[in-house]
């Protein structure tokens, strides 16, 4: 039986603080947790916290920022961290909702060229996904996210 991962638990905690409408308790949870975990920290550990510390920025520019860190730390995460992580699958499992909340932000700052990049990278990385309800939602906004950009 493996040790519970402390740092993750956190996260879960801060992201059961966004679910349930704490966006500001959340922030506070994650905001502690980069300040501890830092820019070199590790990537597994940054790349959850940076993908979940985007989704309760108030300003577009700042998610962006977070979803770039999220992004970034995940091109420095090896399948066994991802395993050890809990991610069932390789850590390309991550790929498809980053490049989605990327294409997402990028289409509400104006930047409709990075948007539609993300968004094929994203459609690209889909097959990593199962054909359960997560894999269901992130087809589904990827969708949503490609008509926004076709009415833009």
């Keep these: 039986m493996t040790e519970p991962d402390p740092v993750m638990a956190e996260i879960g905690r801060g992201i059961d603080l966004s679910h349930s409408g704490e966006r500001e308790a959340a922030h506070r949870v994650f905001a502690v947790l980069w300040d501890a975990i830092g820019a070199t920290g590790d990537a597994f550990h940054r790349c959850v916290l940076a993908h ?39 850590v390309a499992i991550f790929y498809p909702s980053l490049h989605l909340n990327l294409g997402d932000v990028y289409r509400r700052v104006g930047d409709l060229d ?7 990278r994203g459609r690209a ?6 054909d359960d309800e997560y894999g269901q939602l992130i087809r589904e906004e990827l969708d949503r996210l490609a008509h926004l950009l076709s009415t833009a």
């Design 114 to 120: 990075r948007a539609r990049d993300h968004l094929a």
């Design 125 to 130: 990385a889909v097959g990593e996904l199962g």
């Design 52 to 90: 979940s510390m985007a989704d309760v920025q108030d300003d577009p520019r700042e998610e962006l920022v977070w979803d770039l860190r999220a992004l970034e730390a995940a091109d420095l995460i090896s399948d066994e961290r991802a395993r050890q992580g809990g991610v069932g699958g390789t």
